[in-house]
T-cell receptor, first 114, second 112 residues
């Protein structure tokens, strides 16, 4: 079945550094989504990407939908302590049903050292 | 985006009992989804609940273990039946927001 790989698995960075993480798959997706999950909370949508090659920013976050539609990256610039959390990529597929199926990656755990 | 609430937020249950988790959305939505997130893991889809029809379960999940109700367009319940310690997880409901999915805060279940 469809599977997503995320790298790195975990990161420890100094406050103020830039962060880059990516997500790859052997399957083609219609939409790429990036979520952040804080401890004890549900995932919160950060960025949604709808078109191959699309580059989208949301504040200090930038994400791109790969040209092949099989990968995406997320960059965080000038990291701050509240960026700590687990970042999940998710690929969305149209299955010809009334809804699109969403597959989640295993997550990248980000720790920011003040 | 939709505002989603879940009850309970957490519970500790005994082996062999059942727990029903409620999910309430502040707007009418066609599709609602239930996910499981085992400790330190990613999210796995349990089933999709469409109002007025039976839920559609993913491979590895069955209705007898995870019965779902979807009585209207703003509410759904997931029951975790005959629980065992392996059912200890966060259970999340989610709604289809058009092009994206939005999540509730989750229910943290511990089975002893």
């Amino acid at each position: 079945g469809q599977q997503l790989n995320q790298s790195p698995q975990s990161m420890f960075i100094q406050e103020g550094e830039d962060v880059s993480m990516n997500c790859t798959s052997s399957s083609i997706f219609n939409t790429w989504l990036w979520y952040k999950q804080d401890p004890g909370e549900g995932p919160v949508l950060l960025i949604a990407l709808y078109k191959a090659g699309e580059l989208t920013s949301n504040g200090r976050l930038t994400a791109q939908f790969g040209i092949t539609r099989k990968d995406s990256f997320l960059n965080i610039s000038a990291s701050i302590p509240s960026d700590v959390g687990i970042y999940f990529c998710a690929g969305q597929l149209s299955l010809g049903t009334s809804y699109d199926k969403v597959i989640f990656g295993p997550g990248t755990s980000l720790s920011v050292i003040p | 985006s939709a505002v989603i609430s879940q009850k309970p937020s957490r519970d500790i249950c005994q082996r062999g009992t059942s727990l029903t988790i409620q999910c309430q959305v502040d707007s009418q939505v066609t599709m609602m989804f239930w996910y499981r997130q085992q400790p330190g893991q990613s999210l796995t889809l349990i089933a999709t609940a469409n109002q007025g029809s039976e839920a559609t379960y993913e491979s590895g999940f069955v209705i007898d273990k995870f019965p779902i109700s979807r009585p209207n367009l703003t509410f759904s319940t997931l029951t975790v039946s005959n629980m065992s310690p392996e059912d200890s997880s966060i259970y999340l409901c989610s709604v289809d927001g058009g092009n994206e999915q939005y999540f509730g805060p989750g229910t943290r279940l511990t089975v002893t």
